[in-house]
């Protein structure tokens, strides 16, 4: 068959198939056997299959293709309503579409199919949520109800379709239509059309939209009867509605299937009910509700979009009925139905905002139930995405807004809380006046009044408007509305706050609502306890046992509205008992452990084991604040450490579940206790702790989650417990912290807010602020702080004064004596009379105030009378400090004291200010009894007025108590260490100590002033006042010890701390002033001290003095100190430049300085002498450059000593008068070498004796000075008291060895006195006194040898078994001072950054202690016998004995005479010096010149010595000793020669020709030498140290001649090349007794004790470490090394401080040294031939051998030497000390 043909049958069937399925919609299958291929699918979808086929043929004749096209779209919604297939709605638009222009002909059939348009369009809208298809859908609904006739069926239809559509539309997105004709239109078509039950839903479901609008109960009653019957009209069967056959004629219904729009109408129901339950609170209604969305939701199909809808009612149902029954699986089940809601409409749907909010709902409910913060989170976070989605004019948008401020509400954050207000008001504005839902945005607003009313943002009208709102939202509330519930709460939570506005009565009628509020509701519990809370308020105001019955009552029937395994159940069974230990308090049962016990059982009793923990956790608190509270009135330590045991337990059972409130409600409390302990105890743990946890609870609180009441009452105590660190450990975080805290406080007190704060606390916040800013001000010295708290302390004064309560004595006392030390203080800055007498003024109201006295009764003396009865008992009774007398009186009468003090000297003078400040004194010392509060700050006031005083007055018993006092105060700081107590009771007793030092001297009080210096720096290592002032004090002090010990590093230190100090005080503080002006001095004093030309230092002290004259103003106390300081700092220029302008300027400003300060003061008689001195400058200045009037500035500079001697004579010994003395002796003496006066030598030398006492004074140097001035002159006068002067010299000399700890520091002070020993012994001399002369002698020569030798004195007259203990002490403390004497120089250890390392000030100490222990030994050992004259000065008895194996030759001069031998003695020594050093050893130009020094010593010293010898019948050969003096030791003695030929053939005899001669530094070091010596018979260990190396080469040679001579011995040690080290050479020499050292010798000039040998690899072994090393069995030491003889340049001459010497002292008998450099192959010649001697001597046994030959042995060399004619130089070189 054709193909063509086939094709055609094909339609045919096909066509006519499909048109009998459409004719028969309902189903046929009798047609089946002809589509044997389609048996599996359903009729329609095989109709549609059908139709399709038949419209993908080629248009044929009579073909109507339109209504096919309408019929397929119609068939594709109803499947894609079924399926809910978004591609058959797009497929049945498209179809409908197509077929709109074929039949336009047809207007009733365009009309329906604009409506199947309209209805596929609405379809996709409820699929996709798009709003476009929603206004497609209602333009189609439009164009088909302009197109039918207005009586038929289809155009009520199309009506009902398009109110439907545009309400679906104003639901969604408000967006108001002119629909009421349409809707009227609907309403008359009610009663014609056949699809009543679908208009009747329309109906219900716009007025439940227009009532949630406008809120008119009538709407709500017309939807719900529209909703009900719709409902009763509604057939629930599953027959499928019937299509006409004939598609052409017959109109399509528009009515959906019944089982599709019957879930539409039950949710339109139950959202009806549910609205209606919200406006009367008929429960009944809500059950109703949560049944018919039951059934909407189980007879609708998942895919039809109406389901996410009812998903949304039923979740709101379920949830509204959890929190009316409290049934958890209503929440749990609301949740998931909005869970699932949530999930079927997908970001971009329209009803995604109204899921959203319903979800929010049951989060936040369930956060009702569990406390659970995720909650909150969660709902806030779905409330912000439901805001954003929805239009500002939708229903869903206000109730979005009151949802998200009541879930920012629960967070309790400030920005919460303030979002939460704006979204309020923004929520009561969408919401006009007789709106159902204003009373919620009322509620809603209002507790976000109260809350930002209980934060610093609060506004005064808060708690008024929150009242107002309250009070418009009951009148409008329905009485049984549920939000009516919510609002009885707000308002009895007002009354809480505001008891006097509500009585009972008044808010019983509002309590009403209970009985709307069934058992289960989950508000009931919290409406009871607001109930119950408002009568705990109550009973806080009236003490009424009836409102303690029913605070617990209804609190019992909050409890009991719970279920058992409630959590909240804990709070209310806290509450119970709280209210009940009310009770036991008032039965005076509180503190029984025993009644708590059983209260603890009762309450454990409501709680189900399972719970225990979660119980006690509730419990322990409070039974723990019983306990504390009942502690507060009995003190009973026992109640406060069981309640600090309870709150430990209950920190103990926090978890992480644990509720934020309670935390810091225990973490609160915990530090409470914590603070009181700390009260008792002074223990810092227990304050750590308590900050600790108070630190914890605020970071709890930023978190979110608890009350801003709660984090209220967190910050007092926090502040409190930082300003008792802060005064204990001088931290300044802490303080500003605690200001912070506090401005913080009283910015909540400002604000009016709930956290209600009374007048007495606004005012003990203002007095705290104003006491935490004072100590800044004293920490920073900014006057912005001093200004505040004078500021808050007048406000608080003024609170005080408008209080109900004005007779508070103890308020205004604590007010009165804070403001008067304000200003007293304040005072100390501006000098402003004002604020002096201010303070005054508020002292004396304040002591009227507490002895109650009339105010009439004005003096001191009257009012302290009130106080004298009250004392004497007070000091005789247990109860001394619960007197009715102010704590605080004793601290005022201190200040006041002050105050008059300070008035009467600046503006004075008033004898009663200065009478009553001494009775305010006396008072407060008595009154400051041990344990009172305060005590501290009383000692220390009274403490600075007596050095106030002394400054003043110069009573040195006021100086001697401050001290004591400073020390008790900081004995009474001690639980405060490191804080500013602390630290400034340390540095005010150092600055008093150092002061007395300048009094009196006594170096203790001068290390003790700068080792508490230094201790209290380590403290404060940071900046700030605190170390500020300690470095300054510090400063002064190291500068006096500077001064007195001339140690540089002590001036550079001070210096330094004082540039520290200026760094770290602010310009405006009145300390800048201070530190300016010290270090100014500091730098004069170096100046002036070591006579320094430098001008850096020059100029930056006169900058400094310049600086501090512009700081201070003219009539500032400071001003003479000012003034004077930059009159030295022009003086010191004067010094350097001889300019005499600047000695005009500054002996101006001396004058104007010194017409300031009072007579007979310290102060003026300090300033005058710093003027005398002026003028002898000037007078020497001007007498040096030729000026004339220099004789009248000498004249002036006497009359001026002596006017003002004359008006200072109280204290002979004051340092002060000391050096006016010397002054005066100066100047008397200059006048005398002009006039030849007798009376002015007389007077000069009389001063002079008087300014040196050989006790106190504070400068040893300058009275060491002053006695030397004395000697000398009194020696040049001949003067009765000259030998007297040099005694107190050589005395003095010893004394100031006290403040160097160690030889090298000695060394520069006997350096530094030149001739003073040689002066003595000459003065001796000349009064015939020669026995006496040789006693000075070897007193004071050699100083540091006889001191090193002390402490090396052997004890040989005591037996060992008598007296040991006596005797090892003498050793241990002789062996720690030798130590400490030959320690490395303590400045050379370079100070830790912060400074806070004094080693120099620890040595003095040391060896203070050691020298008084030492002494003490001493003396004890002298009471023994035979030992009376141990270690006393050698008398001439004694040293005469040096003499009794040979003479002794000692050489002396007199220096000040410069005769024709000291001139040619200095000539020597310069000549054989410029020699060497020009033409070198062995040259002849040298050689020439050694002898003709050789011949002069012959001439000047040796040959009338030997003929003294010869005249003495002293043998030729016999050993003579040598001990020179001055520049002689120098000179080699040994070597002097004559000529006994003729010139022309002169023939040399050299003195070593005559005699063997040695040379000792003093007579007693050669006694001791021949005292001590090994047994004859004893073989001695032999040490041999080498450094072989090519700088010597003969070294081997040398070390051979030890092998030969010592090779029978074994006792021979070598120590040679590499072994050469310090460590191995000192362990060898304490082992040996002959030592030979073959290496170089060093010298270090200026620097004697660095003289050293050369070892290996330069290790060095120094004079200083052969003095440590102890060699106390050495005997014989031959030095062949270069210089070992040989004085360092710079060095003390009567010292003799080179190596030979050291090792001499150190303890070797006999020495043999060099002069000068050694030639390399001298050493082993030598070293030969005086073995070879010595050996040869007595015994060629080794035995036999002792020291005592090693001068023969030595003489012996030197002669081999000379007959192998060497160069004369190289023999004379070597010299034999000691033995």
């Known amino acids: ?311 949304n009612v039923h979740a709101s149902s379920l949830i509204s009925r959890f929190i009316q029954t409290g049934h958890e699986s209503d929440l749990l089940a609301g949740i998931a139905f909005g869970n699932e809601a949530l999930a079927l409409h997908p970001c971009g749907h329209p009803r995604r905002s109204q899921t959203l909010v319903a979800l929010a709902s049951a989060h936040s409910a369930r956060y009702q139930l569990t406390g659970d913060f995720a909650d909150i989170e969660s709902s806030i976070n779905f409330i912000r995405e439901a805001i954003e989605l929805s239009p500002h004019q939708s229903i869903i948008y206000p109730i979005a807004l009151m949802t998200l401020a009541a879930n920012l509400q629960s967070r309790l954050r400030q920005e919460d809380i303030e979002e939460s207000m704006n979204l309020g008001q923004m929520a009561l504005s969408l919401y006009p006046s007789g709106s159902t839902r204003r009373p919620d945005a009322l509620w809603c607003l209002t507790t976000s009044l109260l809350l930002r009313a209980s934060t610093p943002a609060g506004q005064k009208d808060d708690f008024a408007l929150a009242e107002q709102y309250i009070s418009e939202a009951l009148s409008c509330a329905h009485p049984t509305a549920p939000i009516r519930i919510r609002l009885v709460i707000m308002l009895t939570i007002l009354a809480c706050y505001k008891t006097e506005s509500q009585t009972p009565r008044v808010l019983q009628r509002h309590w009403n609502i209970l009985d709307h509020c069934p058992p289960g509701h989950l508000l009931r519990p919290v409406l009871l306890l607001t109930i119950a809370s408002y009568y705990n308020a109550r009973h806080a105001k009236t003490k009424a046992l009836s409102d303690v019955n029913a605070w617990i009552g209804y609190t019992q029937a909050s409890l009991d509205s719970y279920p058992p395994d409630s959590p909240s159940r804990f709070s209310l069974v806290q509450s119970l008992i709280e209210a009940e230990g009310v009770l036991l308090d008032k039965a005076g049962s509180l503190g029984n452990i025993v009644q708590l016990t059983k209260l603890e059982s009762r309450a454990m009793s409501f709680c189900p084991p399972a719970r225990h923990d ?27 450490d069981k309640a600090f045991d309870y709150y430990r337990e209950a920190m103990d059972l926090c978890s992480q579940d644990t509720s934020h409130q309670l935390q810091v409600t225990i973490m609160s409390s915990l530090a409470t206790v914590l603070d009181e302990r700390f009260k008792d105890t002074s223990s810092m743990d227990e304050l750590q702790k308590s900050i600790e946890l108070r630190h914890r609870a605020l970071s709890i609180y930023q978190q979110g989650g608890i009350e801003i009441l709660k984090h209220v009452e967190l910050l007092p105590g926090l502040s409190w417990g930082l300003e008792q660190r802060y005064l204990r450990t001088g931290s300044l975080s802490d303080l500003e912290e605690a200001i912070q805290l506090g401005h913080e406080l009283l910015t909540y007190s400002r604000s009016g807010s709930l956290v209600r704060f009374s007048p007495e606390q606004h005012r003990d916040i203002l007095s705290g602020l104003a006491r935490l800013s004072l100590l800044y001000w004293q920490q920073s010295s900014t006057a912005e702080h001093l200004e505040r708290s004078i500021s808050y302390q007048c406000e608080a004064l003024q609170v005080f004064k408008s209080s109900n309560n004005p007779n508070n004595h103890s308020t205004h006392l604590k007010i009165l004596s804070q403001l008067g030390i304000s200003l007293f203080r304040r005072y100390g800055v501006t000098n402003s009379p004002d604020d002096l007498n201010s303070s005054i003024a508020h002292f004396y109201e304040f002591l009227m105030l507490s002895a109650h006295t009339p105010p009439t009764l004005y003096p001191v003396s009257t009012i302290l009378s009130g106080f004298a009865s009250l004392f004497t008992f007070r000091r005789w009774t247990q109860e001394s400090l619960r007197l009715p007398i102010s704590n605080e009186v004793p601290i005022v009468l201190s200040e006041l004291a002050s105050a008059l003090l300070v008035r009467h000297w600046t503006q004075g003078p008033r004898p009663d200010d200065e009478s009553e400040s001494i009775l305010c004194s006396d008072h ?195 001003r003479p100190f000012v003034l004077h300081n930059l009159a030295r700092a022009y003086q010191c220029r004067f010094a350097r430049a001889s300019n005499v302008g600047d000695s005009d300027r500054a002996i101006e400003y001396f004058r104007l300085s010194l017409a300031i300060v009072p007579d007979y003061s310290v102060t003026h008689l300090s300033l005058a002498n710093d003027l005398v001195e002026a003028l002898l400058m000037r007078y020497h200045k001007m007498q040096r450059l030729g000026l004339e009037d220099s004789q009248k500035a000498l004249e002036e500079s006497i009359e001026l000593g002596h006017r003002q001697l004359s008006m200072y004579m109280h204290d002979q010994k004051h340092p002060e008068r000391l050096r006016l003395l010397c002054n005066l002796a100066s100047s008397m003496g200059l006048r005398s070498e002009k006039t030849h006066s007798l009376e002015d030598t007389e007077l000069s030398i009389t001063y002079a004796k008087d300014s040196a006492p050989s006790e106190g004074g504070s400068n040893l140097r300058n009275q060491l000075q002053a006695a030397i001035f004395w000697a000398r002159n009194a020696h040049a006068t001949h003067h009765d008291s000259a030998l007297d002067a040099f005694r107190t010299c050589l005395e003095l000399t010893a004394r100031t060895f006290t403040v160097t700890p160690t030889v090298d520091m000695q060394h520069d002070v006997v350096h530094s006195l030149a001739s003073l020993a040689l002066d003595a012994v000459s003065c001796a001399i000349d009064r015939g006194e020669l026995t006496l002369a040789i006693e000075m002698l070897e007193e004071g020569r050699t100083l ?417 030497m000379r007959k192998r004619r060497v160069d004369l130089e190289r023999w004379v070189n070597f010299v034999h000390i000691g033995a």
């Open 1 to 311: 068959m054709d193909r063509g043909v086939l094709d055609w049958w094909k339609g045919v069937r096909d066509l006519f198939t499909a048109m009998v399925l459409v004719a028969k919609w309902s189903g046929t299958t009798s047609l089946h056997r002809l589509l044997p291929w389609c048996t599996h699918i359903d009729e329609e979808t095989r109709a549609i299959i059908f139709t399709r086929r038949m419209l993908s043929l080629r248009p044929i004749v009579g073909f109507r293709r339109g209504p096919y096209l309408t019929t397929l779209s119609a068939m594709l919604v109803s499947r894609a309503r079924r399926s809910n297939n978004s591609e058959d709605i797009d497929r049945a638009i498209s179809a409908a579409r197509e077929a709109v222009p074929m039949i336009l002909d047809d207007i009733s059939r365009n009309a329906q199919l604009y409506y199947d348009l309209g209805l596929e369009c609405l379809a996709r809208y409820q699929h996709s949520g798009q709003a476009d298809d929603l206004h497609t859908c209602i333009s189609f609904y439009t164009k088909a109800l302009l197109l039918c006739s207005l009586q038929g069926s289809i155009h009520a239809d199309i009506s009902v379709a398009l109110v439907a559509a545009l309400h679906m539309r104003i639901s969604c997105s408000d967006e108001l239509e002119d629909f009421d004709g349409y809707l009227d239109q609907v309403q008359l078509s009610l009663a014609e059309t056949r699809n009543q039950k679908t208009i009747l839903s329309v109906l219900a479901a716009f007025l439940l939209w227009r009532f949630e609008k406008a809120g008119d109960v009538e709407d709500l009653t017309m939807s719900l009867m529209y909703a009900q019957a719709s409902i009763s009209l509604s057939e629930l069967s599953h027959s499928r509605p019937s299509l006409p056959v004939d598609l052409g004629e017959t109109s399509q219904s528009s009515d959906p299937p019944s089982e599709l729009d019957g879930p539409q109408r039950l949710g339109i129901m139950a959202s009806a009910l549910l609205a209606k339950f919200t406006q009367f609170g008929d429960v009944q209604d809500l059950h109703q509700s949560v049944a018919f969305s039951k059934d909407a939701l189980e007879s609708c199909p998942p895919i039809l979009p109406i389901r996410s809808h009812l998903l």
């Open 614 to 640: 979660a119980a006690r956790l509730m419990i322990t608190p409070i039974l723990a604040r019983f306990l504390f509270h009942n502690y507060l009135q009995t003190r009973n330590a026992e109640e406060r």
């Open 924 to 1118: 407060a010392l008595r009154m400051c009894v041990p344990g009172l509060p305060g005590r501290g700050l009383v000692l220390r006031n009274i403490a600075q007025i007596q050095v106030r005083r002394f400054e003043h007055s110069d009573r040195r018993e006021d100086l001697d108590s401050a001290i004591d006092l400073f020390r008790d105060t900081l004995n009474e700081a001690q639980g405060s260490a490191g804080g500013p107590i602390d630290h400034n009771s340390r540095t005010e007793l150092a600055s008093a100590l150092s002061l007395r030092f300048q009094c009196r001297g006594d170096l203790d009080d001068l290390e003790e002033s700068i080792r508490l210096g230094y201790s209290t720096l380590s403290i404060c290592s940071t900046g700030g006042v605190l170390r500020e002032t300690t470095l300054g004090v510090l400063a002064i002090s190291l500068a006096f010890r500077f001064i007195n010990s001339r140690q540089n590093e002590d001036w550079t230190q001070a210096v330094a701390f004082l540039r520290e100090a200026l760094t770290l005080c602010p310009p405006q503080s009145p300390r800048n002033l201070t530190n300016v002006t010290s270090l100014s001095a500091l730098l004069c004093w170096r100046m002036m001290v070591l006579k320094e030309d430098n001008t850096d230092l020059e100029e930056e002290c006169l900058h400094h003095a310049e600086t501090a004259v512009e700081i201070c103003s003219t009539g500032h106390p400071n």
């Open 1344 to 1760: 540091l040898w006889s001191q090193m030798r002390r402490w090396r004195s052997p004890l040989d007259d005591l037996k060992a078994d008598d007296h040991r203990a006596l005797r090892d002490k003498f050793f241990a403390i002789s062996r720690a001072l030798e130590m400490l004497s030959t320690s490395s120089n303590p400045f050379s250890h370079v100070l830790s950054k912060e400074g806070v390392s004094d080693p120099y000030g620890r040595m003095l100490e040391r060896k203070r202690e050691l020298l008084r222990e030492h002494n003490d030994v001493i003396d004890q050992l002298r009471q023994l016998p035979g030992l009376s004259e141990f270690l006393r000065l050698p008398s001439w008895h004694r040293l005469k004995c040096v003499a009794d194996e040979g003479p002794v030759v000692i050489d002396h001069h007199q220096p000040q005479l410069k005769d024709e031998f000291y001139e040619r003695s200095i000539e020597m020594s310069k000549e054989l010096v410029e020699a060497r050093s020009s033409y070198g050893p062995g040259s002849k130009a040298y050689n020439k010149s050694l002898c003709r020094v050789l011949e002069d010593l012959w001439e000047l010293v040796v040959g009338p010595v030997v003929e003294t010898l010869e005249e003495m019948d002293i043998k030729e050969g016999s050993r003579i000793w040598w001990c020179p003096t001055s520049v002689i030791s120098s000179l080699p003695l040994h070597a002097a020669r004559k000529n006994i030929a003729s010139k022309s053939k002169p023939k040399w005899r050299y003195l070593c020709d005559l005699y063997v001669s040695s040379y000792i530094p003093t007579l007693s070091s050669l006694i001791e030498a021949r005292a001590t010596a090994l047994s004859p018979m004893h073989q001695p260990n032999v040490l041999g140290i080498a450094l072989s190396d090519d700088s010597l080469k003969a070294a081997k040679d040398e070390i051979a001649v030890l092998e030969a001579n010592f090779s029978q011995s074994s006792q021979l040690t070598l120590v040679v090349g590499e072994d050469c080290k310090r460590e191995v050479v000192v362990a060898n020499l304490q082992k040996s007794q002959w030592t030979h050292f073959i290496c170089h010798g060093v010298l270090e000039p200026g620097h004697p004790f660095d003289s050293s040998f050369k070892l290996w690899g330069d290790e060095r072994l120094t004079l200083l470490e052969i003095i440590k090393a102890g060699l106390h069995d050495a005997e014989l030491a031959v030095l062949s090394a270069c210089h070992t003889a040989e004085q360092t340049q710079n060095s003390a001459p009567e010292e003799v401080l080179h190596l030979a010497a050291a090792m001499h002292f150190a303890g070797f008998r006999s020495v043999v040294g060099t002069m000068w450099a050694v030639k390399d192959e001298d050493g082993p010649v030598f070293a030969k031939h005086f073995y070879e001697k010595m050996l040869a001597t007595t015994s060629t046994s080794l035995e036999q051998t002792t020291f005592r030959n090693a001068a023969r042995g030595w003489r012996s060399a030197t002669v081999e």
